[in-house]
């Protein structure tokens, strides 16, 4: 058609591709600088190279050469069996095939948590605009995080946020919440959501696949089983760290640095009125056909009650984008833009503010994340353009 010029041809749109390439080039080296580094995935290796040599997943026998530091085993019995194939190849090649699929993970959770925007574009528009999320996420603090240490947060969040938002799924939905709270206890918080709001279906489905998977660990791996489920290591919190370590972002990592007394009574108070509070929102947000908005309140819970919260366990903020960036509200779309710009490397200290302020964005979005806008909010499937769509928009111009 004579006068319209093509997507690509627009100056916004390729100074977006040569930025976007930009990124993936300085994150592609900086991931590259850090996988020698990836000590959390060295320890997943471990437990998989464990099950094959039948060694100890949970006692002083877990040492091995390749992993650099003495940090043990803190998953399920089920996860190490998960663990296995990266066992099968030497730790660096272990640690590029990790990588690749944790990037792709991101990719598509990017996609999941920006359908409104994604929506309205199409062709090569929408490709621009996904790989500019994608590069954007990429460098977010917690996904460096992730990424450089080799962990398997990003598996876990997009299994949850896909069960839950996903119009119609292609398995039973409830499964991958039960798989994932197989492999790490924090997502059965999802499944208390599912008993509130009464989708029985699928927490039938979540009860039986987390069955099914420890079921399956407690007949090939029943030693292991016993120590992690009877013997006190599911217990045992300092296998994970100190609570007052500033990189746990949670409320019991709060409550350890301010060294109240009664720590432990004020610690129980705070999570039951969270737990209450979120998870009522949550409730809520379900009840008027907001999923996305739901998941995000779930998963503050989860991310504040947690005894341990790292910051690569933070990968939620890249559904919390989302919602935030492209809900029809001002506010909110700056909200969305500052809390990014907070996350491009910027971590807690251990001193001041900042040693809490992740505690301090979860409970934020626990209380402030909209899900009524005049029965609009960014789950709307119906005309209305958010206001934070303009500047996508431009771009594709």
């Known amino acids: 058609m004579t006068g319209v010029r093509p997507p690509l041809s627009s100056p916004a749109v390729r100074f977006a591709l040569a930025a976007g390439a930009l990124v993936i080039v300085v994150s592609g080296l900086h991931t590259l600088y850090g996988l020698r580094t990836g000590g959390d995935l060295l320890v997943y290796w471990k437990g998989g190279w464990s099950i094959l040599h039948g060694q100890t997943l949970y006692g002083a026998g877990f040492a091995h050469e390749a992993v650099y530091r003495a940090l043990p085993f803190t998953y399920t019995p089920f996860a190490a069996m998960l663990f296995v194939p990266l066992a099968l190849v030497s730790p660096g090649i272990a640690m590029v095939c990790w990588t690749v699929l944790e990037v792709g993970a991101l990719a598509v959770l990017v996609v999941l948590s ?9 062709g090569r528009r929408k490709v621009a605009a996904a790989l500019l999320l994608w590069c954007v996420c990429l460098v977010l603090q917690p996904l460096q995080d992730e990424v ?12 949850c946020f896909a069960d839950v938002v996903v119009a119609r799924t292609r398995w039973p939905r409830g499964m991958l919440i039960g798989v994932a709270t197989a492999v790490k206890l924090t997502p059965a918080v999802f499944m208390v959501h599912l008993a509130i709001t009464r989708q029985w279906s699928a927490l039938r489905n979540a009860v039986l696949s987390l069955a ?15 120590d992690y489920f009877l013997r006190g290591v599911m217990l045992d919190t300092g296998r994970v760290g100190s609570p007052r370590n500033p990189v746990n972002q949670s409320l019991s990592g709060l409550v350890a640095r301010l060294a109240l007394p009664a720590h432990q009574a004020i610690w129980i108070a705070l999570c039951a009125v969270v737990a209450v509070y979120g998870l009522n929102r949550a409730r809520r947000a379900h009840e008027l056909g907001h999923p996305r908005t739901a998941a995000l309140l779930v998963a503050m819970v989860s991310l504040l009650v947690s005894p341990i919260s790292w910051l690569h366990h933070a990968m939620w903020v890249v559904p919390l984008l989302g919602v935030l960036l492209t809900n029809g509200r001002r506010t909110m779309f700056a909200a969305g833009v500052v809390l990014a710009g907070l996350l491009l490397y910027a971590a807690p200290t251990l001193h001041g503010w900042r040693s809490e302020w992740y505690v301090l964005a979860y409970v934020l979005a626990l209380v402030a994340l909209p899900f009524e806008d005049n029965g609009r909010d960014s789950t709307s499937t119906g005309p209305h353009v958010p206001w934070g769509l303009r500047i996508p928009r431009l771009l594709a111009q």
Not at 114 to 122: D, R
Not at 212 to 226: D, I, Y
């Open 212 to 226: 099914a998977c420890w079921g399956l660990a407690l007949a090939l791996l029943p030693s292991a089983t016993l």
């Open 114 to 122: 920006f359908p409104l925007l994604l929506k309205h574009l199409s």
């Open 148 to 159: 450089v240490l080799g962990q398997v947060d990003v598996f876990i969040t997009l299994a």
